[in-house]
């Protein structure tokens, strides 16, 4: 072979190794936007959610990276996209349901939404007592049958651990009792289960998007409006709204989900890695968010808010009113005898 042609070879080798390698790094790109693998690749799972990353929720999944490089020797990534980064909830269910490595928060009233309607009993108002209840109630045998079924419809909970925070309610006019709830419409999400659950105590039960809420107190529209302290202080409520009642009437645990078909193609090994990440980040998110709270509700004490803290018999009162709205099962589809069902799971 001449020099001429040994040269054109070795240029021909060389542009077949560069092409080779192309083609295998999009795979590998691919490999980590897709589906998990069993052959030793790095798995790589996206946390999306609604929060801001320094609220708990984004401090305990930068905790849940560390957590899950450790358990797995590096082979297994959790990558977060904080801010609606990847689309709103529905959008990234959508993208469970087709087997996609995503992962978002949600709650029992949603998965009401999604075929499960008993698991939105978990979002009634005064339904626990207190957080040991909640954390009950997840190890209880009716749990673990509603999260079967969920799993059915294509969503696997790994975690239920995450306070999330208990939601109170802020009012232009003071709240003392349940009593003074009368007739006083009251901002809601747009689901059936908190309207109903606010009607339940005698208020109006007004569904509209958060972003409209201020100008919807600062127009009198509206008379009030509920939330965790972070997320009415977050949204300056208390400027135009100087009345909050710490009633706690849903002590809102959060759990989060990943596609069931996603989880199914890791190694029990990896599921077993995952599903104690997602937990013991909750125990750094509990940590976090009680430490929160507390300054929140410091903030809004500074800038003119009157806090109520209702005593145990104010708090009866409000629980003995919120007992209609468990009577209401056969509205939002709930199997026979539901309530009593799950207050004996949770003692």
Request: include cysteine; aromatic fraction near 10%; charged fraction near 30%.
């Amino acid at each position: 072979m001449n020099k001429k042609s040994l040269a054109v070879a070795v240029l021909a080798g060389l542009m077949a190794v560069a092409l080779t390698g192309c083609g295998g790094g999009d795979k590998k790109a691919e490999q980590k936007k897709a589906e998990p693998a069993k052959d030793g690749k790095k798995i790589v799972l996206r946390v999306a959610y609604e929060n801001n990353k320094t609220e708990p929720v984004g401090v305990a999944w930068e905790k849940a990276k560390e957590i899950i490089a450790k358990k797995s020797n590096g082979t297994m990534e959790i990558v977060t996209y904080p801010d609606s980064q990847l689309g709103n909830k529905s959008a990234l269910i959508d993208s469970m349901l087709m087997g996609e490595n995503v992962c978002t928060l949600a709650d029992g009233a949603f998965y009401a939404d999604y075929g499960v309607p008993d698991f939105g009993i978990v979002f009634g108002p005064f339904l626990f007592d207190n957080w040991d209840q909640c954390w009950k109630l997840t190890k209880s045998d009716w749990y673990k049958e509603q999260s079967g079924k969920l799993e059915k419809k294509g969503l696997k909970i790994i975690a239920s651990n995450w306070v999330y925070g208990e939601r109170h309610t802020m009012t232009t006019k003071p709240v003392k009792t349940v009593d003074d709830l009368k007739g006083m419409k009251i901002r809601v999400p747009g689901n059936k289960i908190q309207t109903e659950g606010f009607n339940a105590l005698g208020a109006t039960a007004t569904g509209m998007p958060l972003g409209e809420v201020y100008q919807a107190l600062q127009s009198k529209t509206i008379e009030g409006a509920e939330n965790p302290l972070g997320t009415l202080y977050g949204r300056k409520l208390q400027e135009v709204a100087k009345y909050l009642i710490l009633d706690g009437h849903v002590k809102n645990f959060t759990t989060w989900i990943v596609s069931d078909q996603w989880f199914k193609k890791l190694t029990p090994e990896q599921q077993k890695w995952l599903i104690e990440t997602a937990e013991e980040a909750g125990l750094e998110n509990n940590k976090v968010q009680a430490a929160s709270e507390k300054d929140y509700l410091e903030k809004l004490k500074k800038e003119g808010v009157q806090v109520v803290e209702p005593t145990p018999e104010v708090l009866k009162g409000f629980k003995e009113k919120s007992k209609s709205f468990y009577a209401k099962g056969k509205e939002f589809g709930w199997s026979d005898g539901l309530y009593e069902k799950v207050t004996k799971a949770m003692q």
